[in-house]
């Protein structure tokens, strides 16, 4: 059957006909909002290149996670200013670091929202990789244990999930390990499974004062180029013991998170990154793109890609717009 029996414009005639047939209702149930904790009380820095998005002191962040409660996301990932930084990323593991206490502050406020944290050197090394340094390389074995202990760190402040960002091979089998031998064996991992070296982070490593002091990631984090490559990798932690698993940045690497979701029976995260936020901010700012628009369709496209969890900036904007 064809024309004139078939007209699909038929099923687009109004919105309740669209909003019923519709095949991707993007939700906040599956938001994830990232937040920056610096040291201090009363500090609220915004980040320049991402506007709307701060560096905050406990308190402050204590105060944004009940705003980011009360529009219904389920959850926020954090991530650490520290006071001081070393070679291999000691103050990480400090039970009064600034992550470690933000998690104790936000749990104690009794929100309804799960607090996830980012499991990574990178923020707390004196050069900015996201493991220690031997032989002018960043060495895998030798970073597993320092990340597991930062894994049960945070664990112990009350973390909800665990997120290792640091594309070491092996960790999230030593941060289970870790977990599961100091009674923490409920604790859920996100990895980060299939993370590329983007230059899409650029605006994170202002926010996070992570950027590399020498060199770059490519010997850790995945050349853009494959897809095989992401389908082992998340084979791979899911074998080690991850619970959920994340594709990273989402909107070049969309087939990406489409392959996990049709291999995988998991859940699959997208963190949609700090590159992709401030492109729309920047164009938005200069009136070349309706934000809010583009803020849902790129959002939805995340979602039909397959991801049931997206890590964004714009979670706290596309809850507004998506209650109105
Ligand atoms: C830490 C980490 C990074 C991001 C999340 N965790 C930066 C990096 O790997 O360089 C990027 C997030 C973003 O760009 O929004 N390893």
């Known amino acids: 059957m064809t024309f004139p029996a078939q007209r699909p414009r038929r099923l687009r005639r109004t919105e309740l006909l669209r909003g019923m047939v519709r095949e991707t209702r993007l939700s906040v149930a599956g938001f994830v909002y990232p937040m920056f904790v610096c040291p201090g009380s009363n500090v609220r820095q915004e980040v320049s290149s991402m506007p709307g998005v701060h560096q905050q002191s406990v308190d402050r962040i204590v105060e944004e996670c009940r705003e980011v409660a009360g529009l219904g996301i389920p959850a926020v990932i954090l991530f650490g200013l520290p006071e001081t930084k070393d ?64 894994a049960l760190s945070h664990a112990r402040a009350g973390a909800d999930v665990l997120a290792p960002s640091d594309m070491m ?61 992401a389908l082992k990798e998340v084979a791979l932690d899911l074998e080690e013991g991850a619970d959920m698993v994340m594709v990273k940045p989402a909107l070049p690497y969309l087939d990406v998170i489409r392959a996990v979701r049709e291999r995988f029976d998991v859940p699959v995260g997208a963190y949609n990154v700090s590159g992709e936020y401030a492109m729309v901010k920047a164009a938005a700012q200069k009136g070349w793109l309706d934000e809010k628009r583009v803020v849902l369709e790129l959002l939805t496209g995340i979602q039909r890609a397959g ?18």
């Open 87 to 150: 070679a291999a990323g000691k103050s990480s593991l400090s039970a009064t670091g600034v992550v470690q206490r933000a998690i104790e502050a936000i749990k104690k406020a009794k929100l309804n929202l799960l607090v996830m944290t980012d499991v990574c050197l990178c923020e707390y090394t004196d050069h900015g990789h996201c493991g220690v340094i031997e032989n002018g390389e960043v060495a895998n074995d030798a970073t597993l244990e320092i990340l597991a202990e930062q």
């Open 169 to 229: 091979d092996g960790r999230v089998a030593a941060i289970r390990n870790k977990l599961d031998a100091n009674g923490f064996s409920e604790t859920p991992i996100l990895s980060y499974a299939a993370k590329y070296c983007s230059a899409f982070y650029g605006p994170f490593r202002e926010a996070a004062q992570s950027a590399p002091q020498f060199g770059d990631r490519r010997s850790y984090q995945m050349d853009p180029g494959n897809v095989r490559e």
């Open 307 to 324: 991801a049931d969890i997206i890590l964004t900036y714009h979670a706290k904007d596309a809850a507004k717009w998506l209650k109105t």
